[in-house]
């Protein structure tokens, strides 16, 4: 009954309910989660041609938030600003763009996709509201996309399923290298040992060889100069002796 006069509510206010799902971009792209970001398909081909004037805004909530999420509270209030997401606000706005930027068909060869989350410069900015900041924690979050007219909500998607990041490891919970090893890593260790220890008795005997040169060719022995004894003759003794006799 609920879900009726919601339906009622929004048909009498003008809202087009779009049955599309924002979802991950293409798998075979890298990267799709981060800790505070995700990447998102761009809504190709799912906005009328009459919304060509609209203002389309990405909406991240906190799973609780979505289910009762008022469209009438528009981006930039207090309500809806990044920097109080999740506890003071558990939605905030961002992304916004015209349909100028959804062309339909989609641009063949192209990556269309939304990185959610990749502001990192107003991500305290209180001025700028609708920053597309770092997600906070792992989440879960979901999203949608709501057409704004004259800050009036004309026509708006379906809640994407719950996007969880990517959380970073402790620690602790990474495994010390030696508790866990396998076969083919002792073998591997063994393999170096040897071959490290085969280098360093090579290079071991090359220093002890290249020393041995270095003594053998420095070593040289000259020849002695001979020895000249000069002879006196002591004649003064002999005149001496003579003249005596």
């Known amino acids: 009954m609920l879900l009726l006069l919601l339906l009622l509510l929004a048909t009498a206010h003008g809202l087009e309910k779009l049955y599309y799902k924002p979802t991950l971009a293409n798998t075979t792209l890298g990267g799709l989660t981060t800790a505070s970001t995700f990447v998102l398909e761009q809504p190709h081909c799912i ?4 919304l060509r004037s ?29 920097q109080g997401f999740p506890t003071s606000t558990s939605a905030y706005m961002t992304l916004n763009t015209t349909l100028i930027n959804y062309p339909c068909p989609k641009p063949s060869g192209e990556i269309t996709v939304l990185r959610v989350g990749s502001e990192t410069s107003c991500a305290k900015d209180e001025k700028r509201p609708t920053c597309n900041g770092p997600l906070p924690s792992p989440g879960p979050y979901r999203v949608k996309f709501l057409a704004l007219e004259d800050s009036k909500p004309v026509a708006e998607t379906n809640w994407s399923d719950s996007i969880m990041l990517k959380t970073a490891r402790r620690l602790s919970s990474i495994p010390v290298m030696g508790s866990r090893r396998s076969a083919s890593m002792i073998a591997l260790t063994s393999i170096l040992s040897i071959l490290f220890a085969i280098l360093l008795a090579g290079l071991v005997a090359l220093l002890v060889f290249w020393g041995s040169n270095v003594c053998g060719g420095s070593s040289t022995f000259s020849k002695s100069e001979p020895v000249t004894v000069q002879r006196y003759n002591t004649h003064h003794v002999q005149d001496q002796t003579s003249g005596r006799l």
């Open 47 to 50: 906005f009328t041609k009459e």
């Open 54 to 82: 609209a203002v389309i805004w990405l909406v991240v909530a906190t799973p609780k938030a979505a289910g009762n999420f008022n469209n009438s509270v528009g981006p930039g209030t207090p309500e809806r600003a990044f």
